[in-house]
C-alpha cells in the first residue's frame, strides 16, 4: 500500500484495472496532460523548457491536473518523461528543439561503468504525486508510468531516438552479456523509481515499451517480455494490489504471449491492432486498454464516432479502460476530446 494512500473512494479507472467490467468504461488519454491544452502552453511559455518542468514539482503537478479540470477523465497521468531513468543513472539529458530528446555519453557498448548516478534527482517527481494526489477528485485514479526497459535502452545506446532502434539491436546480437547487464541496471532502477511513485500516492503504473515492435520472435522474448516480467514481479512482491499496465506498441501478433508471459494485470494495445481480434486473442477477463487512433481524434466527425463504437463493442464483454493507441497529438481541436467523452459515457 502506498505510504500516501488517498481515502477510500469510488474509483471507476481503479475498479477496471483490478478487472471489474464497467458500463460505461473509464476514460483517461495517453499525453492528455500536454501541448494540445491552451493552459499547458501558456505555462511552458512562462516556465521554460521540457525537462525543467518535469523536475519543477508546481509545475509538474499543474500541467498533470490540467486535463483533470477540463474534461473530468477518470485517471491523471503523472506529466513526467521515460527518459528520468538514465538521467538518474548518470547520463545527460537534453531536448532539442523540434528534434527531441538527447543523451550523453552514449552507450554504444552497453557499459554504465564510467556513469555516476545522481542521487536525489528523481525525488521532485515523487514530491510532484503528492501534490497532485492532495488536489485530485476522490474518483480519480492517480496513474504513474515508467518506460519499459527495451525501449529505454534504446535510448541509452544511441544517445537519442531512431528510427529502428538498429544501435541497440546491434549491440545486443553483438554482445548479449553487456546488453543483460545494461537491462538488469534498468530493470533494477526502474522498480526502485516505481516504489517511490507507489509511496507518494500512485494508484497503478503503466510501463511504455514504445519500440517493442521492432524486435524479431527470440530477442523479444529475451529484452521485452523477461525485463517486463521481471518488474510485474519485483513490484507485485514490494507493494502488492498496485496494478501494471504493459504497453508494447507495434507488437502485432505477439500481443497474448506478451500479456500471459509478463503476467501485466492490464494491457494496452495500440491503433494498429484490431479490437475484435484482440478481445478473441487475449486471456478472457484480461483488463483492456485503448485503442482509437490518435488521427481520429484529430479528424474528428463520422471517423471519431465509428471508431469509438467499433472499440466498445469489441470490448463490451470484458474489463476495458477506453483510450487512445498512442499519444494524443498537439493539433487535436478541444471540441474533439469533448465530443469523445460524450459518445464513450452516453
Same mark, same amino acid.
Given at each position: 500500500?502506498?505510504?500516501?494512500?488517498?481515502?477510500?473512494?469510488?474509483?471507476?479507472?481503479?475498479?477496471?484495472?483490478?478487472?471489474?467490467?464497467?458500463?460505461?468504461?473509464?476514460?483517461?488519454?495517453?499525453?492528455?496532460?500536454?501541448?494540445?491544452?491552451?493552459?499547458?502552453?501558456?505555462?511552458?511559455?512562462?516556465?521554460?523548457?521540457?525537462?525543467?518542468?518535469?523536475?519543477?514539482?508546481?509545475?509538474?503537478?499543474?500541467?498533470?491536473?490540467?486535463?483533470?479540470?477540463?474534461?473530468?477523465?477518470?485517471?491523471?497521468?503523472?506529466?513526467?518523461?521515460?527518459?528520468?531513468?538514465?538521467?538518474?543513472?548518470?547520463?545527460?539529458?537534453?531536448?532539442?528543439?523540434?528534434?527531441?530528446?538527447?543523451?550523453?555519453?552514449?552507450?554504444?557498448?552497453?557499459?554504465?561503468?564510467?556513469?555516476?548516478?545522481?542521487?536525489?534527482?528523481?525525488?521532485?517527481?515523487?514530491?510532484?504525486?503528492?501534490?497532485?494526489?492532495?488536489?485530485?477528485?476522490?474518483?480519480?485514479?492517480?496513474?504513474?508510468?515508467?518506460? *519499459?526497459?527495451?525501449?529505454?535502452?534504446?535510448?541509452?545506446? #544511441? +544517445?537519442?531516438?531512431?528510427?529502428?532502434? !538498429?544501435? &541497440? =539491436? %546491434?549491440?545486443?546480437?553483438?554482445?548479449?552479456?553487456?546488453?543483460?547487464?545494461?537491462?538488469?541496471?534498468?530493470?533494477?532502477?526502474?522498480?526502485?523509481?516505481?516504489?517511490?511513485?507507489?509511496?507518494?500516492?500512485?494508484?497503478?503504473?503503466?510501463?511504455?515499451?514504445?519500440?517493442?515492435?521492432?524486435?524479431?520472435?527470440?530477442?523479444?522474448?529475451?529484452?521485452?517480455?523477461?525485463?517486463?516480467?521481471?518488474?510485474?514481479?519485483?513490484?507485485?512482491?514490494?507493494?502488492?494490489?498496485?496494478?501494471?499496465?504493459?504497453?508494447?506498441?507495434?507488437?502485432?501478433?505477439?500481443?497474448?504471449?506478451?500479456?500471459?508471459?509478463?503476467?501485466?494485470?492490464?494491457?494496452?494495445?495500440?491503433?494498429?491492432?484490431?479490437?475484435?481480434?484482440?478481445?478473441?486473442?487475449?486471456?478472457?477477463?484480461?483488463?483492456?486498454?485503448?485503442?482509437?487512433?490518435?488521427? *481520429?481524434?484529430?479528424?474528428?466527425?463520422?471517423?471519431?464516432? #465509428? +471508431?469509438?463504437?467499433?472499440?466498445?463493442? !469489441?470490448? &463490451? =464483454? %470484458?474489463?476495458?479502460?477506453?483510450?487512445?493507441?498512442?499519444?494524443?497529438?498537439?493539433?487535436?481541436?478541444?471540441?474533439?476530446?469533448?465530443?469523445?467523452?460524450?459518445?464513450?459515457?452516453?
Amino acid at each position: 500500500m502506498a505510504l500516501s494512500a488517498r481515502p477510500p473512494a469510488e474509483r471507476p479507472l481503479l475498479a477496471v484495472l483490478r478487472g471489474e467490467r464497467r458500463d460505461p468504461p473509464p476514460v483517461w488519454l495517453m499525453r492528455q496532460a500536454g501541448r494540445y491544452l491552451p493552459e499547458d502552453r501558456a505555462l511552458r511559455a512562462e516556465k521554460g523548457g521540457f525537462l525543467e518542468l518535469c523536475y519543477d514539482p508546481a509545475s509538474a503537478a499543474e500541467i498533470t491536473l490540467q486535463p483533470i479540470r477540463r474534461y473530468g477523465f477518470d485517471g491523471a497521468i503523472l506529466f513526467s518523461d521515460i527518459l528520468v531513468v538514465p538521467h538518474a543513472l548518470g547520463q545527460r539529458l537534453w531536448f532539442e528543439t523540434g528534434e527531441g530528446p538527447r543523451l550523453a555519453p552514449a552507450l554504444a557498448d552497453g557499459a554504465l561503468d564510467g556513469l555516476t548516478a545522481a542521487s536525489g534527482l528523481l525525488d521532485p517527481i515523487y514530491e510532484t504525486v503528492r501534490r497532485v494526489t492532495a488536489a485530485l477528485p476522490p474518483e480519480t485514479t492517480m496513474l504513474g508510468f515508467a518506460g *519499459a526497459p527495451w525501449t529505454v535502452a534504446t535510448y541509452m545506446v #544511441a +544517445g537519442q531516438g531512431t528510427k529502428d532502434q !538498429a544501435p &541497440a =539491436r %546491434r549491440l545486443a546480437y553483438r554482445d548479449p552479456a553487456a546488453f543483460q547487464r545494461l537491462l538488469d541496471t534498468i530493470v533494477d532502477t526502474t522498480v526502485t523509481y516505481l516504489v517511490g511513485q507507489i509511496d507518494a500516492g500512485v494508484e497503478a503504473v503503466q510501463l511504455f515499451d514504445s519500440w517493442a515492435g521492432s524486435l524479431a520472435p527470440d530477442e523479444f522474448r529475451r529484452w521485452v517480455i523477461a525485463p517486463n516480467r521481471a518488474i510485474v514481479e519485483q513490484l507485485r512482491a514490494a507493494r502488492p494490489g498496485t496494478p501494471v499496465i504493459g504497453f508494447p506498441k507495434g507488437i502485432g501478433e505477439k500481443l497474448p504471449d506478451y500479456a500471459r508471459e509478463t503476467a501485466v494485470d492490464a494491457i494496452g494495445i495500440d491503433e494498429t491492432i484490431d479490437p475484435a481480434w484482440a478481445d478473441a486473442a487475449l486471456p478472457a477477463g484480461l483488463p483492456v486498454q485503448g485503442n482509437l487512433d490518435p488521427l *481520429a481524434l484529430v479528424a474528428g466527425g463520422q471517423a471519431l464516432d #465509428a +471508431g469509438i463504437d467499433r472499440i466498445r463493442a !469489441a470490448f &463490451a =464483454r %470484458r474489463p476495458h479502460v477506453f483510450n487512445l493507441g498512442h499519444g494524443i497529438l498537439p493539433d487535436t481541436p478541444l471540441v474533439h476530446v469533448e465530443r469523445l467523452l460524450a459518445r464513450v459515457r452516453a
